[in-house]
C-alpha cells in the first residue's frame, strides 16, 4: 500500500517519499528535454500554411489549410495512446528510462516531417509519410508532459512541488520563444515563395540536430527516490490499465481540470501566427512576435503562480481563473478583431497568456497531486492527453472553421470560454476524486 503524494492543502508528512533535497541540475536535464519535445511538435503548427502547400494540395487555400490542420490534431488522438502505453511503460520500468525513450520517438516522427519529399513528387505517399511522423510524435508526447511532471513532483518536497512542476510547463514557453524567434530570422532571411517550397523544413531540422545533445543530458538523470521507495510496482501493462480503469473518475476529473490550460495554451501559441496572417491580415512577422512575446510572458507568469499555489492553495486559481475567462475572453477577442492591429493582439495575447500561467502553474501539481502513485504517470498523462486531444490539439482547426462557418473572426473566444466552463467543473468534481484518494492506494 502506497499513499498518494501529499497536497498542498492536506497536512504535510516529513517522512513522505518524496527526496527532501531536490537538485537543480535534476530540473535543468528533465526540462530541456521537455522542451525539444514541445519544440518538435508544436513547430507544425507554425508552418501549417506552408505544410498544407506541400503536402496536401486541394482546390482551395481553405480546403489546404484544413487538411494541414486536421493532420496537426491527429497527432493528439495518438496522445491518448501514449499516455497508457508509455506511461504504463514508466510505472513500471522507471522515469528516467521512460523519457529516453519518448525523446527517441519524437525525434524518429519529426525528421520524418522535416525529409518527406512534397506531393508534386512522390504523390500520395507525401501526407502518409507525415501523417505517420505526426502520429509518432503524438505517441512520444502523450506521456512526455506526464513523465516530467510526474519526476518534477518526486524529487519536489510537498512545500515547494507547485514551484518545481511549473518548470515542465516554463519549458515549453521557451520552445514557443525559441520557435517565434527561429520564425522571425527566417522570414527575415528568405522570401515566402522560398520558405513555402522549403524553408519551413528548416525549423524541424534544427530540431533534430539538437537531439543528441538532449539525449546525453537525459542518459545522465538519476531515478526519483519515491519510485525507488515504492513498494509496489505494477509488474505488467495490464496490471496498470486496470488500475487506471478502477479510478476513472479521477481520470475524468483530471481530464475536465487540463480541458482550459490545453485549449488556451494552443489558441496562443500555436494558432496565433495563423490567426494573424489569415483573419486579421497581419503580416507574418507581427504575428510571430506577438507569439514570441507570448512565450515568454507565459515562461514569467508559470513560476510565480505555481509558487503562489504553494503558499494559498491550488483551488483557489484553479477556479477563480476559469472564471475570469468566462467574464472577458469574448469582450477582449471582438475588441480585437473590431479594430485588428498589432499593439491589439500583443494586448488580448498577454490577457490570455495570463490566464494560462495562472492556471496551469497550480493545475498541474494538483493533477498529480490526485493521481494513484502506482499509476501516476499513466494516469496523469492520459487526463492531460484525453483533454488535449478531445479539446486542444483541434483547437487550430476548431478556430477556424467557427471563422469560416460563422464569419465571426472573434468566434474562437467562444471555445475558450467552452473549454473555461468545462474545467470549472472539473474543478469541483476534483474535489471528491481527491477526497477518495486520501486513502492508500493498492498498487
Not at 531536490?22 to 503548427?45: C, K, T
Not at 490577457?351 to 500561467?357: E, I, R, T, V
Amino acid at each position: 500500500m502506497v499513499d498518494a503524494l501529499p497536497s498542498r492543502n492536506e497536512p504535510r508528512d516529513s517522512g513522505g517519499p518524496v527526496t527532501k533535497k531536490p537538485r537543480f541540475g535534476a530540473v535543468l536535464r528533465v526540462a530541456s528535454g521537455n522542451f525539444l519535445e514541445m519544440y518538435d511538435f508544436i513547430v507544425y503548427g507554425y508552418y501549417a500554411v506552408y505544410i498544407g502547400k506541400t503536402f496536401f494540395p486541394a482546390g482551395s487555400e481553405f480546403a489546404s489549410l484544413m487538411l494541414s490542420l486536421m493532420t496537426f490534431g491527429v497527432g493528439y488522438l495518438m496522445r491518448p495512446v501514449g499516455a497508457i502505453v508509455l506511461g504504463a511503460y514508466i510505472d513500471r520500468r522507471g522515469r528516467r528510462q521512460g523519457l529516453i525513450v519518448t525523446l527517441g520517438l519524437m525525434a524518429i516522427g519529426t525528421l520524418t516531417i522535416a525529409v518527406t519529399p512534397s506531393y508534386a513528387a512522390i504523390g500520395l505517399a507525401a501526407p502518409i509519410a507525415v501523417v505517420i511522423g505526426r502520429l509518432l510524435q503524438g505517441l512520444s508526447a502523450g506521456v512526455e508532459l506526464g513523465g516530467v511532471s510526474v519526476y518534477l513532483a518526486e524529487i519536489a518536497t510537498p512545500r515547494t512541488r507547485g514551484f518545481y512542476c511549473s518548470w515542465q510547463s516554463a519549458s515549453q514557453q521557451l520552445a514557443v520563444v525559441f520557435t517565434a524567434l527561429i520564425a522571425l530570422v527566417l522570414t527575415g532571411l528568405v522570401t515566402t515563395e522560398q520558405l513555402s517550397a522549403w524553408g519551413w523544413r528548416i525549423p524541424l531540422l534544427i530540431g533534430c540536430f539538437i537531439i543528441p545533445v538532449i539525449l546525453f543530458l537525459r542518459r545522465s538523470l538519476e531515478e526519483t527516490e519515491a519510485f525507488v521507495k515504492m513498494k509496489h510496482h505494477a509488474r505488467r501493462a495490464s496490471d496498470v490499465f486496470r488500475i487506471v480503469a478502477s479510478h476513472w473518475r479521477i481520470v475524468l476529473s483530471g481530464m475536465m481540470l487540463v480541458v482550459f490550460t490545453t485549449t488556451s495554451f494552443y489558441l496562443i501559441t500555436a494558432y496565433t501566427p495563423t490567426f494573424g496572417k489569415q483573419a486579421l491580415h497581419l503580416d507574418a512577422r507581427s504575428a510571430f512576435l506577438v507569439t514570441l512575446c507570448v512565450g515568454l510572458s507565459n515562461f514569467v507568469w508559470l513560476p510565480i503562480a505555481g509558487s503562489l499555489s504553494d503558499r494559498i492553495g491550488r483551488r483557489p486559481l484553479v477556479t477563480i481563473v476559469p472564471v475570469l475567462a468566462l467574464v472577458t475572453a469574448y469582450p477582449a477577442m471582438a475588441w480585437l478583431v473590431a479594430a485588428p492591429s498589432f499593439s491589439h493582439l500583443l494586448a488580448v495575447e498577454l490577457w490570455f497568456s495570463a490566464l494560462f500561467g495562472f492556471y496551469n502553474g497550480a493545475m498541474v501539481p494538483l493533477l498529480v497531486e490526485v493521481m494513484p502513485p502506482a499509476v501516476r504517470t499513466a494516469g496523469f498523462s492520459l487526463a492531460y492527453s484525453l483533454a488535449t486531444a478531445v479539446f486542444g490539439g483541434f483547437t487550430p482547426a476548431i478556430c477556424t472553421y467557427l471563422i469560416e462557418r460563422t464569419g465571426n473572426k472573434a468566434s474562437p473566444a467562444l471555445w475558450l470560454m467552452t473549454a473555461a466552463a468545462v474545467s470549472l467543473v472539473g474543478v469541483f468534481l476534483s474535489r471528491r476524486a481527491r477526497s477518495q484518494l486520501q486513502v492508500p492506494v493498492e498498487a
